[in-house]
C-alpha cells in the first residue's frame, strides 16, 4: 500500500497570500488529521476529518481552514499568510478517527517571506 | 486540558548502550492512550510504541520498552543497545480514549544523539 503523500513538499509564499496543501491518505483510511510543527510552538493540532466531516479543531485563527472529499484527500487552506506561518504541516490517517495507530505523510514545508 | 511535557530538549547515548528518555503528562481522563513517535531527520514521524492507561503491563516493541507509571503520570520510553539508526527526535504523545477522536497531543520532542 501507498503511504501517506503530501503535496507539494516545499512551497515558498509571500504574506498576505494564500496557499492550499494536500494531503492523500492511505487507501482506505477516512480519518485525516492535519498538525502544525514549529521550532517554536512544537507539534500543534489543526483539524481532524472523517468521512467529509470536520470532527475537532485546534486553537488556530480563522485563515486556517481546510475540507475533506468524497476519496478522502484533504486539503488545507491559510489566507493571508504571516511570517509566523512557516511551518511544517504534517497530514496524519488512519482507517478510523478511533484507531490508535496514525500513520503520518513527510510533511509540507512553507515557508513565508 | 491536557498537556505534555518532555524535560529533555536533548540527550545523547553511546552506540550499543541503553538510554531514557522521559515523559510526563496531565489529565483528568481515566481512558486514554500514550505514544512515543520518532522523527528522523528525513521528517516523516513512525510510532515507535503505544501503551494503554488501563494496561498495567509495560509496552515493548524489541529494543524500545516504556516505564509506565499512571499514578504519577509518566511514561519513559527506553532505547536499549543504541544504534545510530535511533539517531532523531522523539516525541510523546497523547491521546484521550472516550473523547472518540484521533486528536494527538504532542511534548515538545527530546532530540537523540548516538555516538559511534
Known amino acids: 500500500k501507498a503511504g501517506v503523500t503530501q503535496t507539494p513538499r516545499y512551497l515558498i509564499k509571500t504574506r498576505g497570500q494564500q496557499v492550499t496543501l494536500s494531503c492523500s491518505p492511505i487507501?482506505?483510511?477516512?480519518?485525516v488529521s492535519w498538525y502544525q510543527q514549529t521550532p517554536g510552538q512544537g507539534l500543534q493540532f489543526l483539524f481532524e476529518y472523517f468521512s467529509e466531516t470536520q470532527r475537532n479543531k485546534g486553537n488556530f485563527p480563522g485563515r486556517f481552514s481546510g475540507r475533506q472529499f468524497s476519496n478522502s484527500r484533504s486539503e488545507m487552506n491559510v489566507s493571508t499568510l504571516e511570517l509566523g506561518d512557516s511551518a511544517l504541516y504534517l497530514c496524519?490517517?488512519?482507517?478510523?478517527?478511533?484507531?490508535?495507530?496514525?500513520?503520518f505523510g513527510p510533511g509540507t514545508r512553507l515557508t513565508v517571506t | 486540558a491536557q498537556t505534555v511535557t518532555q524535560s529533555q530538549p536533548e540527550m545523547s547515548v553511546q552506540e550499543a548502550e541503553t538510554v531514557t528518555l522521559s515523559c510526563t503528562y496531565d489529565t483528568s481522563e481515566s481512558d486514554y492512550y500514550l505514544f512515543w513517535y520518532k522523527q528522523p531527520p528525513s521528517r516523516q514521524m513512525i510510532l515507535v510504541i503505544r501503551q494503554e492507561a488501563y494496561k498495567q503491563q509495560n509496552a515493548t516493541e524489541n529494543r524500545f520498552s516504556v516505564n509506565f507509571q499512571k499514578a504519577a503520570k509518566s511514561f519513559s520510553l527506553k532505547i536499549s543497545d543504541s544504534q545510530l539508526g535511533d539517531a532523531a527526535m522523539y516525541f510523546c504523545a497523547y491521546r484521550g480514549y472516550t473523547s472518540n477522536t484521533g486528536k494527538l497531543i504532542f511534548g515538545q520532542g527530546t532530540t537523540l544523539q548516538v555516538k559511534p
Open positions: 487507501s482506505g483510511h477516512r480519518s
Open positions: 496524519a490517517s488512519s482507517p478510523r478517527p478511533q484507531d490508535y495507530e496514525q500513520y
